[in-house]
């Protein structure tokens, strides 16, 4: 407080002022503000605020944030006003209070007040952003809590609330005014930001980001691809591209394979079961497209995430020269065989290193029946450098639960495996002593090299797929 008044404010120069402030997180330098109008002045200095990591709330309540204060349109409009003209990097997640569709008569008005604010904030923020010359990076992820029906991702819904389009359509002209004013962009992500973007708004990207731009995200869950393999050609040096299954085309790997391109590092998949009617997988990659891809692009790594697709067609989309390093396979009615983990284990054992197996379902099926070995085991087993593994709907014993942790041993730097997945071998249980639960967390521990404990509680498991998608796909492309 010294720095208020008296020697101490007087003495340090606002330089050095400027120079501690910077060593603050987002949030704390927002309280500081508020001390006095000499620090307050310092901290809004524009080399404080090159990057911002957003998170608004749509709906209703508050939560906290990561970057702000507290949430809301007003506490968005404040921070863009300030930065948004200059911020080079910037990065929202807006965080859905509703849960359901305006179908439902409870809900509704929560509903209504959600998918108004998810307008207001969209454009609020992209109106301060329309003539920044500086930005390097967007990422943006939007709210799919209010606008999802039947697992596919509807922007009907928002037609309820912007009669006429004309908000929608505001949103999308002050998207591409932003890509075509921008001169360095670098990094653009938009996940399920619905009624945002469209298969024409990469065509507004102006020639020198697209010269500069390395990593790539479009995704909404619609049916029109927003990535069309004849707007990718300008985009010579991507590394990273992150788009819809079925829209990685022959065509798209081909072109990707180009000499005349840069390498492409990463690409991150994502396959929504519920939308293979309409989009189905028959004009994707080929297995002699992937070949050349890889042959081109020693250094690639995949990252798929499977959202209730059978088992039938995950078999048609594992192809052997698809260097997997990251599997998520996420599903509400499907089922994953047993067949699936052997193929992934099999194809997969020189780069899986992260393989998450989820289910939302009442059941718990038993992947070992009728196996002399637990798939799960085996996959442990084979992919020497897997270091994260994740299970819930499916039954884990609890002696094949011990055998992955030995065989993985403190390289497994995370195992979450949930309670209720857990089950114990009558037969093996009359020969161990003592409570089976401790046992099991006693020999895991071992196993490890470190406490560990199963999962008590679901829901950290069972997380929005899309939302694990696009914080998934973002560390995977960092630093590409």
Not at 125 to 134: D, Q, S, V
Request: aromatic residues 6%; glycine residues 8%.
């Amino acid at each position: 407080m010294a720095l208020c008044g008296g020697v101490g404010a007087s003495a340090l120069p606002s330089e050095l002022i400027v120079h501690i402030f910077s060593f603050l997180p987002d949030r704390d330098k927002l309280r500081a503000s508020a001390v006095c109008s000499r620090w307050r002045e310092c901290l809004f200095y524009p080399s404080l605020w090159s990057g911002l990591k957003l998170r608004a709330r749509t709906g209703t309540g508050t939560g906290s944030g990561s970057g702000t204060p507290g949430n809301g349109t007003g506490r968005l409009e404040f921070l863009m006003r300030r930065f948004g003209s200059f911020a080079r990097e910037l990065q929202l997640e807006l965080d859905g209070a509703a849960q359901s569709g305006p179908g439902d008569p409870e809900l509704g008005e929560r509903w209504r007040e959600a998918a108004h604010a998810y307008l207001d904030q969209v454009l609020c923020l992209l109106g301060h952003l329309r003539n920044n010359r500086n930005l390097q990076r967007l990422s943006l992820y939007g709210d799919t809590c209010i606008l999802q029906d039947d697992s596919i991702l509807d922007s009907s819904y928002l037609a309820q609330i912007d009669h006429g389009g004309k908000k929608i359509k505001e949103m999308q002209q002050l998207f591409e005014e932003i890509l075509s004013n921008s001169r360095q962009l670098k990094w653009l992500s938009s996940s399920f930001m619905l009624g945002l973007v469209t298969p024409c708004s990469l065509a507004s990207l102006s020639n020198p980001s697209a010269e500069t731009l390395e990593h790539l995200s479009l995704l909404d869950g619609q049916l029109p691809s927003l990535v069309s393999t004849a707007e990718l050609q300008r985009l010579v040096h991507l590394r990273s591209l992150s788009i819809d299954f079925c829209d990685f085309s022959s065509e798209m790997c081909r072109l990707l394979s180009a000499s005349d391109r840069a390498p492409l590092h990463r690409l991150s998949l994502l396959l929504n079961g519920a939308a293979l009617e309409a989009k189905p997988l028959d004009g994707t990659a080929t297995e002699d497209d992937l070949k050349a891809l890889v042959r081109r692009s020693a250094n690639l790594r995949v990252y798929l995430m499977a959202l209730d697709v059978c088992s039938q067609d995950l078999l048609r989309v594992l192809k052997p020269s698809l260097p997997l390093e990251r599997v998520h396979l996420d599903s509400f009615s499907t089922l994953v065989t047993d067949g699936v983990l052997e193929l992934i284990s099999q194809q997969y054992h020189k780069t899986l290193t992260h393989f998450v197996l989820v289910r939302d379902d009442g059941g718990f099926p038993d992947l070992s029946v009728n196996r002399n070995e637990d798939p799960l085991v085996l996959l442990a087993w084979r992919c020497v450098h897997l270091t994260v593994l994740i299970i819930h709907g499916y039954t884990v014993w609890s002696h094949n639960l011990v055998a992955i942790s030995r065989l993985r041993g403190s390289n497994l730097k995370v195992l979450t495996v949930s309670e209720e997945s857990i089950d114990f071998d009558p037969d093996q249980s009359v020969f161990i002593e003592g409570d089976p639960v401790h046992n099991l967390v006693k020999e895991v521990s071992l196993g490890l090299g470190r406490v560990w404990h199963p999962s008590m509680d679901s829901s950290v498991i069972l997380s929005d797929p899309t939302q694990h998608f696009h914080r998934e796909m973002l560390s995977f492309s960092e630093g590409v």
